[in-house]
């Protein structure tokens, strides 16, 4: 048996921070903002958590299924800002949801956390498990320097996931997770110092920190490479390409590199932001919410998320 999508579902903040809303408060413009990234608004969360999205996630997915909570083998959730080191969201998730049946654990792996997190969840599938969720949550204004013009205009809160279930076909064609760490240094969050008596101080950064240009140049290289690597003689057969939302112009120069139609690479950052491993569930959401994806076992499409780590991964799959 293998794992299939069966139901997808989001969770958004309600409050929409417009980039002119931004250009308040720092000195940014809608201008700068819409033509190097494509993003014109955002989700803030004003009163939740990552595991309050999270949460509202889950309660959709099962409301969209015959299922009760109780049938759930496990919930995944893919975040780099959890409410707690311990207790993981999923557990969160777990209790509030009263799937008492099922184990529950977070995965790190920032922007490639969602695809990562279905790689990992479909092999449960193939070997223990029956039906499990699959969530990828963030409320990054949290760890958003506010200060910082360059990273505050590009994040934004979510939450989207998947319900994954048994089929006798299988869903991922093929895929590669990677990771480089020796490029870790490139994108940090949530530094933890240690503070114990016996040792002297240690740094106390923790905001998000970015070097845009070499993630840019990662994503438009390595990330790539990579996409066109898995899918090379299929490029005809993929619908769509689902990628981490970061910024417009990655898709256009992956479509360029790749030489597929720009219309293949669907987008939603305009309306979220970079919203780190919400970003490609909420991306499936949208679309299988428009009727674009059917989920009925004929379309072939391309995840890819790349990020935080560094890691990034390539899924192909039939929905
Ligand atoms: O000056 C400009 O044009 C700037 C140049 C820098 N930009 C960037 C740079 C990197 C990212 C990014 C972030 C993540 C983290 O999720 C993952 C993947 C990427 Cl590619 C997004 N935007 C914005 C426009």
């Not at 759930?72 to 409410?83: N, Q, S």
């Not at 990628?243 to 597929?260: E, G, P, S």
Request: net charge negative.
């Amino acid at each position: 048996k293998y794992g299939k999508i069966t139901a997808t579902a989001s969770f958004v903040p309600e409050k929409i921070v417009k980039n002119d809303d931004l250009a308040q408060l720092m000195a940014t413009s809608d201008d700068w903002i819409k033509s190097r990234t494509g993003i014109l608004e955002r989700r803030i969360a004003t009163s939740e958590n990552t595991s309050d999205l999270c949460i509202g996630v889950a309660e959709k997915l099962l409301l969209k299924s015959q299922l009760t909570a109780e049938d759930l083998d496990f919930i995944i959730v893919a975040t780099m800002t959890p409410d707690y080191m311990t207790p993981s969201v999923a557990c969160m998730v777990q209790g509030a949801i009263g799937a008492t049946n099922a184990f529950a654990f977070d995965l790190s792996a920032a922007c490639t956390g969602f695809v990562y997190a279905l790689s990992m969840a479909e092999k449960l599938i193939q070997t223990t498990a029956q039906k499990g969720i699959v969530i990828g949550g963030e409320v990054l204004s949290k760890v958003v320097d506010w200060q910082d013009r360059s990273t505050a205009v590009l994040f934004g809160d979510g939450a989207a996931g998947v319900l994954l279930e048994a089929s006798e076909i299988p869903m991922i064609k093929k895929e590669k997770l990677s990771a480089d760490g020796t490029k870790g240094a490139a994108l940090t969050s949530g530094y933890v110092k240690n503070t114990n008596p016996f040792k002297e101080d240690d740094t106390s950064f923790s905001y998000l920190k970015m070097a845009g240009r070499e993630i840019f140049d990662f994503a438009t290289r390595d990330v790539v490479n990579a996409i066109d690597q898995l899918v090379v003689e299929d490029k005809e057969k993929i619908d769509f390409y689902l990628l981490h939302q970061a910024n417009a112009r990655i898709l256009d120069k992956v479509a360029r590199k790749l030489k597929v139609p720009r219309e293949r690479f669907l987008q939603n950052m305009d309306k979220y932001g970079n919203t780190s491993a919400a970003s490609i569930p909420l991306l499936l959401d949208e679309a299988v919410r428009a009727g674009v994806i059917r989920l009925d076992g004929t379309q072939n499409v391309v995840f890819s998320g790349f990020g935080g780590g560094l890691t990034w991964g390539v899924m192909q799959a039939t929905l």
